[in-house]
């Protein structure tokens, strides 16, 4: 019997979910606050969790960080309806072994869980495709000794360019077609990568390295 976790803030999806998936070799908890992770954790294994990405208080990158702080051998699906790409690199690097559309069909999450189970990743095919095409990369000095290279997928430049621009976050979203949340998140991870804490430092780095004159809208 595969013991599946599912971790959403909505009811009815937690609750979709479970119904969808249960059959013969699959049994399915549902926890909807994020908060009584760790104390859920503490009390029982699961062989497969499926996350939420975007929650409040507690994203589903920092709960996949406790969950395999908690059992490092874990088995970790994203499971979002918003567009994943903007944070791939971040969550495989973190440990999560699938990504899956909450539109996917019930045939597609079985099979999802089941070649989780056999330790296969499981990515959508339309990002497997873009992951060559949109990967760039440049360098940025660090110290006399040598250079850290930082990998920008397309959407990140994208964004970098827009906040170039002056554009708010709110007027990037609308011009992508996603999400405010989405863009916070692209935005922080770039943040991240060039080490900087503003966008004012972002875009100055950014042009230090190239980035920026390097994509053309």
């Known amino acids: 019997m595969?013991?599946?976790?599912?971790?959403?803030?909505?009811?009815?999806?937690?609750?979709?979910?479970?119904?969808?998936?249960?059959?013969?070799?699959?049994?399915?908890?549902?926890?909807?606050?994020?908060e009584k992770l760790q104390t859920h954790l503490s009390n029982k294994k699961y062989d497969v969790y499926m996350v939420d990405l975007y929650m409040p208080n507690l994203n589903g990158l920092e709960i996949s960080k406790k969950i395999l702080k908690e059992d490092p051998n874990a088995r970790i699906i994203i499971y979002t309806g918003f567009d994943i790409e903007p944070h791939f690199n971040l969550l495989i690097?973190?440990?999560?072994m699938g990504i899956i559309s909450k539109t996917a069909s019930q045939e597609s999450i079985i099979?999802?869980?089941?070649?989780?189970?056999?330790?296969?990743?499981?990515?959508?095919?339309?990002?497997f495709k873009q992951l060559?095409?949109?990967?760039?990369?440049?360098?940025?000095?660090i110290n006399k000794n040598?250079?850290?290279?930082?990998?920008?997928?397309?959407?990140?430049?994208?964004?970098?360019?827009?906040?170039?621009?002056?554009?708010?976050?709110?007027?990037?979203?609308?011009?992508?077609?996603?999400?405010?949340?989405s863009i916070e998140y692209?935005?922080?991870?770039?943040?991240?990568?060039?080490?900087?804490?503003?966008?004012?430092?972002?875009?100055?780095?950014?042009?230090k390295i190239g980035i920026i004159s390097k994509f053309d809208l």
């Open 111 to 127: 099979n999802a869980i089941e070649s989780i189970m056999r330790k296969e990743i499981v990515i959508p095919y339309e990002l």
């Open 146 to 181: 040598g250079v850290v290279p930082i990998s920008m997928n397309h959407r990140e430049i994208e964004v970098l360019s827009y906040i170039e621009k002056g554009m708010t976050n709110k007027c990037i979203a609308s011009t992508l077609n996603l999400s405010q949340r």
């Open 93 to 96: 690097e973190t440990g999560v």
């Open 186 to 207: 692209t935005i922080t991870e770039i943040f991240n990568k060039l080490g900087v804490y503003s966008r004012v430092e972002a875009v100055k780095a950014a042009k």
């Open 2 to 34: 595969i013991q599946v976790l599912i971790i959403d803030d909505h009811l009815a999806v937690g609750m979709g979910t479970k119904v969808l998936i249960e059959q013969e070799n699959i049994q399915a908890d549902v926890l909807f606050y994020s």
């Open 132 to 141: 060559r095409i949109q990967e760039r990369y440049s360098h940025i000095n």
